[in-house]
């Protein structure tokens, strides 16, 4: 199996003002203290990491990255490179929510090397955005993107949620308007999903409460639609199941996930993938702050896991599985490991090849965890 000749960079900064309905990340409200702590914490695992390999792209996420001063964003991307071979055309980005951010965030993070800002909005609708519990409103938003323009940033992904409680077609029309009419190089458009634990679990997820109100299957699938042929038709490439960019505009670091690239992450419960090695770091707070290289969930992956992984990531790609690159990556042909499931998956009009690559058909794209499945 042949590994990454490059490698990216995830950094986790676990902190937010408040935590929002739906959210199930590892994210909790924290003091100045803390905030320090945790920075000195990722620093001295940053120091502990040796990897010769060109890094071609970091990402700051969280929790929200913005929640902390600017210069401890700035401190850990010193540090960043100081210690790796960051390429000079690296895609950096850190995530930001409206609300929590200015003009100094801005200078700072230009000065520091952020390139790419990606702004948590997920509605245009001051009720939806109540109902998900976000701590800003529309303007506040506007307020961040004018804001990042004027700083410099020329490539700006916005975040948006759809299939929320009560969602019709016009809300989410709405939304993608004032989106699109703002022309930001990138579109996240994720699905609600309710998970366990969450506020949103509690009301939504069984029959009695308000579930109701969530669109069904149907609905869902007509809102996704909705949301792929409105961004085609304002010049949006749809790359990836839930992402649409500019042309060039594709969020590099996030494709390296889906095409296997190897990552290596930084802070509380940060995930890595290094040559075959799955790992994460430990998610108790006080933990990583005495210990800051523990790793747990530990696992040596088996080829045959790593081809499981390129297929259900990959066809998450519109352009699909590349059965040169799988060849390249493998020493064996696509076919020989699934040819009977594709052949199979093909038959029922969920995949189709052309041009070497494998790909998910439209309807494909409706029952794309029923494909993924199939090879894992």
């Given at each position: 199996?042949?590994?990454?000749?490059?490698?990216?960079l995830?950094?986790?900064?676990?902190?937010?003002?408040?935590?929002?309905?739906?959210?199930?990340?590892?994210?909790?409200?924290?003091?100045?203290?803390?905030?320090?702590?945790?920075?000195?914490?990722?620093?001295?695992?940053?120091?502990?990491?040796?990897?010769?390999?060109?890094?071609?792209?970091?990402?700051i996420?969280?929790?929200?990255?913005s929640?902390i001063?600017?210069?401890?964003?700035?401190?850990?991307?010193?540090?960043?490179?100081?210690?790796?071979?960051?390429?000079?055309?690296?895609?950096?980005?850190?995530?930001?929510?409206?609300?929590?951010?200015?003009?100094?965030?801005?200078?700072?993070?230009?000065?520091?090397?952020?390139?790419?800002?990606?702004?948590?909005?997920?509605?245009?609708?001051?009720?939806?955005l109540?109902?998900?519990?976000?701590i800003?409103?529309?303007?506040?938003?506007?307020?961040?993107?004018?804001?990042?323009?004027?700083?410099?940033?020329?490539?700006?992904?916005?975040?948006?949620?759809?299939?929320?409680?009560?969602?019709?077609?016009?809300?989410?029309?709405?939304?993608?308007?004032?989106?699109?009419?703002?022309?930001?190089?990138?579109v996240?458009?994720?699905?609600?999903?309710l998970?366990?634990g969450?506020?949103?679990y509690?009301?939504?997820?069984?029959?009695?409460?308000?579930?109701?109100?969530?669109?069904?299957?149907?609905?869902?699938?007509?809102?996704?639609?909705?949301?792929?042929?409105?961004?085609?038709?304002?010049?949006?490439?749809?790359?990836?199941i839930?992402?649409?960019?500019?042309?060039?505009?594709?969020?590099?670091?996030?494709?390296?996930?889906?095409?296997?690239?190897?990552?290596?992450?930084?802070?509380?419960?940060?995930?890595?993938?290094?040559?075959?090695?799955?790992?994460?770091?430990?998610?108790d707070?006080?933990?990583?702050?005495?210990?800051?290289?523990?790793?747990e969930?530990?696992?040596?992956?088996?080829?045959?896991?790593?081809?499981?992984?390129?297929?259900?990531?990959?066809?998450?790609?519109?352009?699909?599985?590349?059965?040169?690159?799988?060849?390249?990556?493998?020493?064996?042909?696509?076919?020989?490991?699934?040819?009977?499931?594709?052949?199979?998956?093909?038959?029922?009009?969920?995949?189709?090849?052309?041009?070497?690559k494998?790909f998910?058909?439209?309807?494909?794209?409706d029952?794309?965890?029923?494909?993924?499945?199939?090879?894992?």
């Amino acid at each position: 199996m042949k590994h990454s000749e490059k490698t990216g960079l995830y950094v986790h900064i676990p902190f937010c003002l408040r935590k929002c309905a739906y959210c199930d990340f590892l994210s909790f409200p924290a003091d100045a203290d803390t905030h320090k702590n945790y920075v000195n914490a990722l620093c001295k695992q940053i120091d502990a990491t040796d990897d010769p390999r060109p890094v071609a792209s970091v990402y700051i996420g969280g929790g929200t990255p913005s929640v902390i001063g600017p210069e401890w964003i700035d401190k850990i991307l010193c540090k960043l490179k100081d210690r790796f071979d960051i390429s000079g055309d690296a895609e950096i980005t850190i995530e930001v929510n409206p609300g929590t951010v200015g003009p100094e965030h801005f200078k700072i993070y230009r000065e520091a090397g952020i390139n790419r800002l990606s702004i948590g909005l997920q509605s245009a609708n001051e009720d939806e955005l109540k109902l998900l519990g976000r701590i800003h409103t529309y303007a506040d938003f506007l307020k961040t993107f004018h804001g990042a323009r004027d700083a410099g940033f020329d490539n700006i992904s916005v975040d948006l949620m759809t299939a929320l409680p009560g969602q019709d077609a016009s809300e989410l029309m709405h939304s993608l308007s004032c989106v699109c009419d703002l022309y930001p190089e990138h579109v996240s458009a994720y699905s609600l999903i309710l998970e366990e634990g969450t506020p949103f679990y509690e009301r939504y997820a069984d029959p009695g409460t308000d579930a109701d109100i969530l669109p069904d299957e149907e609905t869902e699938r007509q809102l996704y639609y909705l949301t792929r042929d409105y961004l085609a038709d304002r010049g949006y490439v749809h790359y990836e199941i839930s992402n649409f960019a500019k042309p060039g505009y594709e969020s590099r670091h996030n494709s390296s996930y889906w095409t296997g690239q190897d990552y290596l992450g930084f802070g509380l419960g940060a995930a890595s993938l290094n040559r075959g090695v799955r790992y994460r770091m430990t998610r108790d707070l006080a933990v990583y702050l005495a210990d800051p290289d523990h790793r747990e969930e530990i696992t040596v992956l088996s080829e045959r896991d790593a081809m499981s992984e390129c297929m259900f990531l990959g066809l998450r790609m519109m352009r699909g599985v590349s059965e040169r690159d799988f060849y390249d990556m493998f020493g064996t042909e696509l076919t020989d490991i699934y040819g009977e499931e594709i052949d199979r998956l093909i038959a029922q009009g969920l995949l189709d090849k052309a041009d070497g690559k494998l790909f998910l058909t439209e309807k494909g794209t409706d029952f794309g965890n029923y494909v993924f499945s199939r090879f894992v």
